[in-house]
């Protein structure tokens, strides 16, 4: 909530839900940055602890209202670890952000070879796929929030998406303007996306998948390839 | 600033003040004595300031840290007068929501006698030209952030949007699944829209307009009426 949270800065804090780390005095000494996760509490099973924490809390409640210490106290781990691991606030949600959409960028390199001639019916059966499958759709709708409705977390977005899944696309595509079409192709999915499962409008949001990925498969193929749409 | 404001409802509180019970003489009390709304206070002038003091602040804190009380305090008149005007919050919402969308829905009853050949085009166009005017613009996006973050802000937009604006235009395709057809040319645009002014990814956020009406138009168009598209 407030800018203070978001920094290194502990001392400026005073949320009085800080009393839900386990014993007073311990945290605070830890809250002044006294190495206490030197021994068994580091190694990778801490970090991963450290970025699950973070993901349900930007999950529940957005990049703006989760701090760093809220982060640390829910792993259970020194704040001074939190920054060791991730840096800032915004290392922790480029972390999470990577994570949560690692299965859009798997099902993407899944793919294999691009067969030009599939790749729309592939791109978007894949892409539905993953927002079908409450599993994936849940966390995937949290970061897509927290992007929407702040800067910084748009820009970590926006940098994931360019760097990673757009590029990945367009660099299997011939065509020069590559990478618009594969935003015009990106936004025909997107815009689906958010109709269907954010604001649930029908009929689309009650559509069967197969029918939905009938009736895009070839526009996302014309996106990204040019190719001419059937008739009907 | 805002926020000192605000200093006796924490942002984060399920605010008390939300609870839509105009008691009069409570009501007069928060107002430190300032006289219930009636007499010169009242009519279509005050009704306009309260909607427009609503809309200001909707787009500036979201639909859910605004509340009833510092929208009566923004429009100067008594909070009771709100509830007397718009009812609840949701009711105050919906009200701005429809003046926000007025540009969109006014440029659709103005394609008049909608052309199958050039509806792709003509919706197309008018589409992005809201969305070009940050005048436009800017309250469209805070809607839009509202609905993609609070359920009840989603209810009401949703229902704006399909009882408005995909009904009128869904209306004038003659197909049997003209609904769904409005729905997916939506979403072609809706993602576009995202990418380019919420997002801001490049290409898709740079390109001029006339390029993208090019590359829409006829994706568009073909979703309203199945009309294939042009290879290239």
Chains 1, 2 share one sequence.
Do not use: C, N
């Not at 999470?96 to 070879?113: D, H, M, Q, S, Y």
């Not at 998406?161 to 594969?182: F, K, N, V």
């Not at 040019?226 to 008739?231: S, V, W």
């Amino acid at each position: 909530m407030s800018g203070a949270e978001d920094g290194a800065t502990p001392a400026a804090s005073t949320a009085p839900d800080d009393s839900a780390a386990p014993g007073a005095p311990r945290a605070a000494g830890r809250r002044r940055g006294r190495p206490a996760g030197s021994g068994a509490e580091r190694g990778p099973a801490t970090r991963e602890r450290i970025l699950e924490t973070a993901r349900a809390l930007f999950a529940e409640r957005g990049y703006e209202k989760t701090s760093v210490r809220a982060i640390a106290r829910g792993a259970e781990v020194d704040q001074a670890l939190v920054h060791h691991y991730f840096g800032t606030k915004e290392g922790l949600f480029s972390a999470a952000v990577a994570v949560t959409a690692g299965p859009v960028a798997e099902r993407i390199a899944a793919l294999g070879p691009l067969d030009p001639g599939r790749i729309g019916e592939e791109f978007t059966r894949a892409f539905l796929r993953v927002w079908e499958d409450p599993a994936t759709r849940t966390p995937l709708l949290a970061v897509v929030r927290s992007a929407l409705t702040h800067e910084t977390a748009a820009r970590i977005f926006r940098e994931f998406i360019a760097g990673q899944l757009l590029s990945r696309l367009a660099g299997a595509l011939p065509a020069e303007d590559a990478e618009l079409r594969t935003e015009l192709a990106a936004a025909q999915l997107v815009g689906t996306v958010l109709l269907r499962y954010v604001l649930r409008i029908p009929p689309l949001a009650t559509t069967d998948p197969d029918t939905l990925v009938r009736q895009l498969a070839p526009v996302v193929q014309h996106h990204l390839t040019g190719a001419p749409l059937p008739t009907g």
